[in-house]
């Protein structure tokens, strides 16, 4: 296992598979992932819903302009130096 100093910048790259299993044993994984499992079971869910929840009578949208900018910038006029802290 590689030790990391005190000074030391380390770079970590994570990628993240867009893959969606279906149907998938636990066994079908390495034991590492298994134990991961095993350790966590108690917040992992098992039955996923095969369908979708019914309409609410409240729907939130937003409704674009074609063209126009977003609005990114600050809801509040802030000096500088508040911003930048």
Do not use: W
């Amino acid at each position: 296992m590689y030790k990391v100093e005190d000074n030391e910048v380390v770079f970590i790259l994570l990628c993240k598979p867009k893959v969606i299993l279906a149907s998938t044993s636990i066994n079908d994984f390495p034991i590492e992932i298994q134990d991961i499992f095993n350790e966590y079971n108690d917040i992992i869910v098992h039955d996923f819903p095969s369908e979708f929840p019914p309409m609410r009578s409240i729907s939130h949208n937003t409704h674009l302009i074609r063209g126009a900018s977003l609005p990114n910038k600050a809801s509040y006029r802030m000096t500088l130096k508040r911003m930048r802290k």
